[in-house]
């Protein structure tokens, strides 16, 4: 889980979405965790799933 960098208006780069996305480790592409959409590609998607925190522990619901 990371963030991703945004253009801005004066051409720059910026540092945003800070634990919204979801970068693969292989190729690099980015997600957004919520909606599972590629940011490099939107008509792309990864398959999401519901998660349940209790007592500090994260279950994936499947």
């Known amino acids: 889980m990371t963030g991703t960098t ?3 208006r004066d051409f720059s780069f910026v540092y945003g979405m800070a634990g919204r996305i979801l970068r693969c480790a292989w190729h690099g592409w980015e997600f957004e965790i919520e909606s ?8 792309m998607r990864a398959k999401t799933y519901p998660v349940v925190e209790q007592n500090g522990s994260v279950y994936v619901v499947m």
């Open 36 to 43: 599972g959409r590629c940011l490099p590609d939107p008509r």
């Open 6 to 8: 945004l253009s801005a």
